[in-house]
């Protein structure tokens, strides 16, 4: 798969899975994501764990996404590895906010910040039938 076709595939979908590290382990959260141009942005709360990450100057992170049918196990997989900063614009964060509503979160917290995820490299697996 392309990058062009990954990423494309990236857009069609709201929900994927960040993965960084946190006290010198893996950590895995489910986020809702959405492209801006190439980069994928996620609303994060300021206390979060991947926005502690994030500042001052970025970290490495993993973010995967697919689309799987549950019965056939036929779909597609996208993997992205890339720098993730925090977007610290006042006017990037409004937009965000507009574009995108994060689904329900844990103790209330306000979801006010956002991270932004540059992808390189980006791979991803068509899931096909046996033919």
Known sequence: MTRTE??????????????????????????????????IVVRTYDSSALLGQARPHGAVVAYQADALDPVTHLGWSVVVTGYCRPVTGPADLARYARLLQPWPRLSGQVMDRAVRIGPHPVGGVRLVAAG
Not at 11 to 18: C, N, Q, T
């Open 6 to 39: 990954a990423l494309a595939l990236l857009g069609e979908v709201s929900l994927g899975r960040v993965v960084f590290t946190q006290r010198a382990l893996p950590a895995v959260r489910p986020v809702d994501h959405l492209l801006d141009g190439d980069d």
